[in-house]
């Protein structure tokens, strides 16, 4: 993201931005923090007035092996994460350091740190186990609230369905991690992942994690569509054939997604991804042309589509 990108956000009135933390970029073998490119993204959506939720996830190399591996299988894999996780709030939460650093730029703290990314699925978390996701998620609110009370803790967004054995459907994960003690209180709002090739499946595809929450006495609990895609594509399993196709499907699961707004709760909905993938870039199956904008910079129809929602508040 440049700063002409951010400038376009704040002009298209995007509320939040949802950015990736790797830890294993952020933190050495040797414990020293490189939180420049992560300073750079706070910076730029602070001045602009742009939310952000930070992802914090990926475990190291140098402490696993394999980066999926959640970081709970001993009393130094916790340690190290806790002590990561401290720093993040201590650096971009109320009264965080890199506000006394950067006096120039308006304060606007991370008020929500979403835990892991998609950890019901093998791509993001091997084992996959609620159990364990579970019990992340109670040692990283300790320390959420214990530096900044007035955060909250936001759980991962849930690959809601599974193809090919390739994990576990989003409803049954968050019911299995209601088993561990204490994780009904360990957390303020849920998250899913809703992708399906079309609104209906969308939408029928997060009911189940908030069908949960309520039975789990949790209704209270907000949810939010923390990524939600389709491409212009006719390649891939959710691409719409076309830059009209993609636009006029993106009007169409965002005017159903307000419709069910009440019934699910639900905060906020954030489009994967902003721009599409380089030529030769490479990331998930279906997500090379799910942009907002070509990979040229050029505005699709989806991001005109979009503007007819954020500029009609």
């Not at 990736?20 to 040797?30: F, R």
């Not at 490189?34 to 402490?63: F, K």
């Not at 201590?90 to 006096?103: A, K, M, N, Q, T």
């Not at 993106?250 to 699910?264: D, E, G, M, P, V």
Request: hydrophobic share 40%; aromatic share 12%.
């Amino acid at each position: 993201m440049s700063d002409d990108d951010f400038d376009t956000m704040k002009w298209g009135r995007l509320g939040s931005y949802r950015v990736p933390v790797n830890w294993g970029n952020v933190v050495s073998a040797d414990g020293e923090m490189n939180w420049g490119p992560i300073d750079r993204v706070v910076g730029a959506t602070a001045r602009r007035g742009i939310e952000l939720l930070p992802v914090l996830y990926l475990t190291p190399e140098w402490l696993a092996g394999d980066r999926r591996r959640l970081p709970i299988w001993s009393p130094h894999s916790i340690a190290v994460w806790k002590d990561f996780v401290k720093a993040a709030v201590l650096r971009y939460g109320s009264d965080g350091e890199f506000w006394v650093e950067h006096p120039g730029i308006p304060v606007e703290p991370v008020t929500s740190w979403q835990i892991w990314n998609e950890p019901n699925i093998r791509n993001f978390a091997w084992p996959v186990s609620p159990r364990r996701y579970a019990r992340l998620v109670k040692i990283s609110a300790r320390v959420i609230r214990n530096y900044d009370p007035d955060a909250e803790t936001v759980l991962a967004g849930l690959y809601a369905h599974m193809p090919h054995r390739s994990g576990m459907d989003s409803g049954p994960f968050l019911n299995r991690a209601y088993r561990v003690e204490g994780f009904r209180s360990s957390f303020d709002a849920a998250a899913i992942h809703p992708y399906a090739s079309t609104t209906r499946g969308s939408i029928r595809r997060t009911y189940p994690v908030r069908r949960v929450l309520d039975r789990r006495g949790n209704s209270g609990r907000e949810l939010l569509v923390t990524e939600l895609g389709w491409g212009s594509d006719s390649a891939t399993v959710f691409g719409m054939g076309s830059q009209d196709g993609q636009g006029k499907q993106l009007t169409s699961a965002y005017n159903a997604f307000l419709k069910h707004r009440k019934q699910l709760n639900l905060r906020s909905v954030y489009w994967f991804a902003w721009d599409d993938l380089p030529e030769g870039g490479r990331a998930c199956a279906f997500c090379k042309e799910t942009g907002l904008f070509d990979n040229q910079g050029g505005a699709k129809p989806a991001w005109y589509r979009l503007l007819d929602f954020t500029h009609d508040v």
